[in-house]
């Protein structure tokens, strides 16, 4: 099973506010910090931008973590692709 990690990235003096995702396969996706949306759903822009680029869909369970969140497939999950 795949597991995808999110995580917030800061604005520096060249970027603005940033989220990555990383599946840890070295597979990632970063967007631009989407300050319409909050929480989870933040984060979620990431993973569909990784699951567009690597051809993934189906249903993703979120759940939290110290540095952002960990989102896995499962059956009826809340998230789709």
Do not use: Q
């Not at 840890?24 to 910090?33: E, F, L, P, Q």
């Amino acid at each position: 099973m795949k597991a995808i990690v999110t995580r917030y990235l800061g604005p520096t003096d060249r970027r603005g506010s940033r989220v990555k995702a990383d599946d840890g396969d070295g597979n990632t996706a970063t967007v631009s910090y989407p300050h319409e949306l909050s929480g989870e759903a933040v984060h979620f822009e990431a993973v569909k931008a990784l699951c567009l680029k690597m051809g993934w869909d189906g249903r993703l369970e979120c759940g939290a973590l110290k540095e952002g969140y960990a989102w896995v497939w499962c059956d009826g999950g809340s998230f789709e692709v």
